[in-house]
């Protein structure tokens, strides 16, 4: 029941990312959202983000598994490549098993595994890219990797040269989820912790008082970072925080006027304060 609804959490999340600008003959297609930084459109199902640094490169998260991601990066790139998931999600952890290891919290791993069986990856296709594939060219043509997940947790740092990046524990949307702070250039990589939209209704999310906790932990650091990078949608100011800081504090007093939210992965409530909506499980508070 799990796997199913981990398989089906992509539905519903795809409709949060734009596919304007998107190239219908390329899988892929990026921009650079800052200065050595591309954000990668997996179809406009998610966003991946490639990360330059002196030294290396960084990848994060690695998207649906569709397409020959590894091979595309390579072309925006030569760096050595650090790849970092922000979660075990099937849309943001799907293409594991094209790179030799990857960086994730130990919590999401087994999420992560899942997503990356043979069986699973088939059945994301079929029910979460709505009937679209990529052209045969765009397939990737190697044997999966057997990948080896590295586990990180709170305060680790990667050295890209001249960019450092931290990782932030998160957790709320899953149990495992990270962030990542580019320390010199003040941005957060944010996963689905921080989206315009944020599920907290799925069967392995974290009671929603452990997720104010999150949030009031990333704006005690709120001087740290002026911009977040969400996993789905456009960069957001680092103030977005605050509205959802006080969506989910409405809830939790019951103050917010709290609506029916109908999804492909379940029904729940959602509220919405400023900017920011989540959907949550009045159970699970």
Same mark, same amino acid.
């Given at each position: 029941?799990?796997?199913? $609804?981990?398989?089906?959490? %992509?539905?519903?999340?795809?409709?949060?990312?734009?596919?304007?600008?998107?190239?219908?003959? $390329?899988? %892929?297609?990026?921009?650079?959202?800052?200065?050595? &930084?591309?954000?990668?459109?997996?179809?406009?199902?998610?966003? &991946?983000?490639? +990360?330059?640094?002196?030294?290396?490169a960084m990848l994060i998260?690695?998207?649906?598994?569709?397409?020959?991601?590894? !091979?595309?990066?390579?072309?925006?790139? !030569?760096?050595?490549?650090?790849?970092?998931?922000?979660?075990?999600? #099937?849309?943001?952890?799907?293409?594991?098993?094209?790179?030799?290891? +990857?960086?994730?919290?130990?919590?999401?791993?087994?999420?992560?595994?899942?997503?990356?069986?043979?069986?699973?990856?088939?059945?994301?296709?079929?029910?979460?890219?709505?009937?679209?594939?990529?052209?045969? !060219?765009?397939?990737?043509?190697?044997?999966?990797?057997?990948?080896?997940?590295?586990?990180?947790?709170?305060g680790y740092i990667f050295?890209?040269?001249?960019?450092?990046?931290?990782?932030?524990?998160?957790?709320?949307?899953? #149990?495992?989820?990270?962030?990542?702070?580019?320390?010199?250039?003040? &941005?957060?990589?944010?996963?689905?912790?921080?989206?315009?939209?944020?599920?907290? %209704?799925?069967?392995?999310?974290?009671?929603?008082?452990?997720?104010?906790?999150?949030?009031?932990?990333?704006?005690?650091?709120?001087?740290?970072?002026?911009?977040?990078? #969400?996993?789905?949608?456009?960069? &957001?100011?680092?103030? %977005?925080?605050?509205?959802?800081?006080?969506? +989910?504090?409405?809830?939790?007093?019951?103050?917010?006027?709290?609506?029916?939210?109908? $999804?492909?992965?379940?029904? !729940?409530?959602?509220?919405?304060?400023?900017?920011?909506?989540?959907?949550?499980?009045?159970?699970?508070?």
């Amino acid at each position: 029941m799990k796997r199913k $609804s981990l398989t089906l959490i %992509f539905l519903v999340l795809a409709a949060l990312s734009s596919v304007a600008g998107q190239d219908s003959g $390329s899988w %892929f297609s990026m921009k650079e959202v800052e200065s050595n &930084i591309w954000q990668i459109s997996d179809h406009g199902a998610d966003n &991946i983000y490639l +990360v330059e640094g002196i030294d290396s490169a960084m990848l994060i998260d690695n998207g649906l598994g569709t397409a020959d991601l590894a !091979s595309y990066v390579k072309k925006l790139t !030569s760096k050595p490549l650090i790849v970092v998931i922000t979660h075990g999600h #099937p849309d943001h952890a799907g293409s594991n098993y094209q790179f030799e290891k +990857v960086y994730i919290h130990p919590a999401d791993a087994e999420a992560a595994r899942a997503v990356n069986r043979t069986e699973s990856r088939a059945a994301s296709a079929k029910t979460m890219q709505a009937g679209n594939t990529p052209a045969e !060219s765009e397939l990737y043509k190697g044997k999966p990797l057997d990948t080896k997940l590295i586990p990180v947790n709170e305060g680790y740092i990667f050295n890209l040269g001249g960019r450092r990046i931290q990782v932030m524990e998160t957790p709320g949307h899953t #149990p495992g989820g990270i962030c990542l702070l580019d320390i010199e250039n003040k &941005i957060l990589f944010t996963g689905d912790n921080n989206n315009v939209l944020v599920w907290l %209704f799925l069967a392995n999310c974290k009671p929603l008082h452990e997720y104010l906790v999150t949030l009031e932990k990333q704006k005690s650091r709120i001087s740290e970072f002026t911009t977040l990078m #969400p996993g789905h949608g456009v960069p &957001i100011p680092s103030d %977005f925080i605050n509205d959802q800081i006080a969506c +989910v504090k409405s809830i939790l007093d019951g103050t917010c006027e709290a609506k029916e939210y109908k $999804s492909f992965a379940g029904n !729940s409530m959602i509220c919405t304060y400023g900017r920011s909506s989540v959907a949550f499980n009045p159970d699970n508070l």
